[in-house]
């Protein structure tokens, strides 16, 4: 079975920095795109970024040029740095994977989620 397991999430002072990880375990043959998605009360899950197996990157435009999603394929592990966060950007964070497991399908994944607070 592949699990996603978020770590990094916290409180932070608007303008402050954050870095989310998220790692990737069980018996796994490849690891497609990976990406980030946010919840904050009330409101739908939103995409924050992602990024290919071959580092391609997409980002949405509430974040661009803020945070910056990076991944290390020897690890299994995806990272999102996030800077000059704003309270606005307070939500539950959830990690994603597109994953093949071996000697099965590939699947979505999602991690559980991990909160971030942003104190204005």
């Known amino acids: 079975q592949v699990q996603l397991v978020e770590s990094g999430g916290g409180v932070v002072q608007a303008g402050g920095s954050l870095r989310l990880s998220c790692a990737a375990s069980g018996t796994i043959f490849n690891i497609n795109a990976m990406g980030w998605f946010r919840q904050a009360p009330g409101k739908q899950r939103d995409l924050v970024a992602t990024?290919?197996?071959?580092?391609?990157?997409n980002y949405a435009d509430s974040v661009k040029g803020r945070f910056t999603i990076s991944r290390d394929n020897a690890k299994n592990t995806v990272y999102l740095q996030m800077n000059s966060l704003k309270a606005e950007d307070t939500a539950v964070y959830y990690c994603?994977?597109?994953?093949?497991?071996?000697?099965?399908?590939?699947?979505?994944?999602w991690g559980q989620g991990t909160l971030v607070t942003v104190s204005s």
């Open positions: 990024i290919t197996s071959h580092g391609s990157t």
């Open positions: 994603n994977g597109i994953i093949t497991p071996e000697w099965s399908r590939t699947v979505e994944v």
